[in-house]
């Protein structure tokens, strides 16, 4: 049984209006747009206004109705204040950060592909689609700055900034060498307060932070020789997540019985935009399921339980 020792200070559990909110407009902007957008390879270089403007009205219809139906969902019922910042950086271990880290960079990135799909040359669509990562988060931020119940929070904004940043690395080696990925599996945990946790997977996939993983996977292939014959799809990835965070604080854990750890993992990685199809439907399927990190054996090591293998890891 769960017995409140010490009554939990301020929690911002923003995951359900973050996470949901982020990959809906991600899904929307690849629905929206034809599966060419995502298959930059074959572009043309001149300029299409045509389709700029589809871009352009496309991306602003998905923005404005998304930002709509996130004040009416999460925030309206919710007592208004003075614009105010919370700090939240001490909570649930930092993996709500990792996922802004993780959003940002791909809503920044998928931008960046679709500006190319209008004939823009790569180094303004890089900064075009930085620039639309941000703008697509900032809104977050201030409705939590004028929420009684949140806060905005620096920590959040310096994350989205991180992410932002390493969409830029086209710029760096004319493509993406290193993808930040999630995976999620289901805990016990949830059941404890299902009301911040999630009633049904669904919720705890964006509620639950003790089932959320976070990865950076590495291509290896680039980094070799050209004459390499290792597979260009094949690589590696470092994983982030925590266990035992029924609260959001260590020390709110420990006193109602939980012991929150962080957690570590090397795993093998597959790129799944790498794998050379010619059909533009499976092309858009794997840009999109490049977001998620696909079950793969790992490594872990954590304070409590020192090094464990997974034979296949989700």
């Avoid at 298959?39 to 270089?45: E, H, I, P, V, Y």
């Avoid at 493509?175 to 919720?203: C, D, Y």
């Avoid at 996977?217 to 799809?233: N, V, Y």
């Avoid at 020390?251 to 019985?257: D, L, T």
Wanted: zero cysteines; a positive charge.
């Amino acid at each position: 049984m769960d017995v409140l020792i010490n009554r939990p200070g301020k929690e911002k559990n923003k995951s359900k209006s973050r996470l949901l909110w982020v990959m809906f407009l991600f899904w929307m902007i690849l629905l929206v747009f034809p599966a060419s957008a995502q298959d930059t390879l074959r572009d043309s270089t001149r300029f299409n206004k045509k389709r700029f403007r589809m871009v352009y009205i496309g991306a602003s219809t998905v923005y404005a109705g998304s930002l709509l139906a996130l004040n009416e969902i999460w925030y309206k019922e919710s007592p208004r204040t003075n614009f105010h910042f919370f700090n939240d950086n001490a909570q649930w271990l930092q993996i709500d950060k990792v996922g802004h880290f993780y959003s940002a960079y791909h809503l920044s990135h998928t931008g960046a592909r679709i500006f190319r799909w209008t004939g823009m040359d790569k180094q303004k669509a890089t900064w075009l689609g930085a620039a639309t990562g941000m703008v697509l988060l900032i809104p977050i931020e201030f409705l939590d700055g004028f929420s009684a119940e949140y806060g905005a929070s620096w920590g959040d904004l310096l994350a989205n900034s991180t992410g932002v940043a390493l969409s830029l690395q086209n710029l760096l080696w004319q493509e993406p060498r290193i993808h930040p990925k999630f995976s999620f599996h289901q805990t016990s945990l949830a059941s404890m307060r299902p009301n911040v946790l999630g009633e049904n997977l669904p919720q705890q996939m964006i509620k639950d932070y003790n089932g959320q993983t976070y990865w950076l996977a590495f291509d290896i292939q680039p980094w070799l020789r050209e004459t390499s014959k290792f597979p260009s799809w094949l690589g590696v990835a470092l994983g982030y997540g925590g266990e035992q965070m029924v609260y959001a604080r260590s020390h709110e854990n420990q006193s109602n019985g939980y012991d929150s750890y962080r957690q570590y993992y090397l795993s093998l990685d597959i790129n799944l935009t790498r794998i050379r199809v010619k059909n533009k439907f499976l092309k858009s399927l794997f840009f999109a399921l490049n977001t998620i990190h696909i079950p793969a054996p790992a490594l872990e090591w954590n304070r409590k339980q020192g090094f464990r293998v997974h034979a296949l890891y989700f």
